[in-house]
C-alpha cells in the first residue's frame, strides 16, 4: 500500500515535470519581435497620451509628455507593455535599481488601477499570472499571459525574472 502511494506521487511529478518541460522546450523556438510603440504626438492637457492604433499610454499627471519615444527611459524607470484583444497600454514605472517583471506588473497595477490577479504555486514555480486588467486565461482556448523581456520570451516566471533601469517587460496575451 505504501509502495503504491509513493509510486503514485512519483508518477505525477514526473508528469508535472515533463509537463513543465515540455511546455518550455516548444516556446524555446518561439521568436517573436515588436517594437514597443512610438510617442508622435502627446497632448499637454491629458494624463494619457494616445499613440497611432488602439494603443493607450498611461503617464502619471507629474509626467510631461515628450517628443522623445516611450521606451527611451529617464534612469530608474521600465517601461512596461501590455498586449491584450482591447489594445495595448503601455507604462513607466520607477525602480530603486533593479526588480523582477511580477514586481514591475504589481507596482503599475497599483500605480495606474487595473486588476492583477495571481496564484501562488510555491517553491520554484512562483506565482503565475491568473489575469491581467480582467482578462483571465482561457485553459480550453489554450490562450494565457506571457512575459516577454526587451522582446525575448521569457524562459522564467515572472517572479525570477531581474530587470534593470531602461529594460522592456511585455505582457502578451497570446496562445
Do not use: C, H, R
Not at 12 to 39: A, C, D, G, R
Request: glycine share 6%; net charge positive.
Amino acid at each position: 500500500m505504501k509502495n503504491t502511494k509513493k509510486i503514485w506521487k512519483e508518477v505525477v511529478l514526473l508528469f508535472l515535470l515533463i509537463s513543465f518541460s515540455s511546455f518550455i522546450f516548444i516556446n524555446i523556438f518561439k521568436k517573436e519581435k515588436t517594437l514597443p510603440p512610438q510617442v508622435k504626438e502627446a497632448a499637454t492637457s491629458s494624463p494619457f497620451i494616445q499613440t497611432p492604433g488602439p494603443t493607450t499610454t498611461f503617464l502619471p499627471s507629474s509626467t510631461a509628455p515628450s517628443d522623445k519615444p516611450l521606451n527611451q527611459t529617464t534612469s530608474k524607470e521600465v517601461f512596461l507593455e501590455i498586449v491584450e484583444p482591447k489594445g495595448n497600454k503601455n507604462f513607466k514605472v520607477s525602480i530603486s535599481n533593479k526588480a523582477s517583471a511580477l514586481e514591475i506588473l504589481q507596482k503599475a497595477s497599483t500605480q495606474y488601477g487595473f486588476e492583477l490577479k495571481t496564484k501562488d504555486f510555491g517553491g520554484p514555480l512562483g506565482l503565475f499570472i491568473e489575469s491581467i486588467d480582467g482578462i483571465k486565461n482561457d485553459n480550453q482556448k489554450q490562450i494565457y499571459w506571457q512575459l516577454y523581456v526587451n522582446d525575448i520570451y521569457s524562459q522564467l516566471g515572472a517572479s525570477s525574472v531581474i530587470v534593470s533601469p531602461g529594460d522592456t517587460v511585455t505582457w502578451k496575451y497570446k496562445k
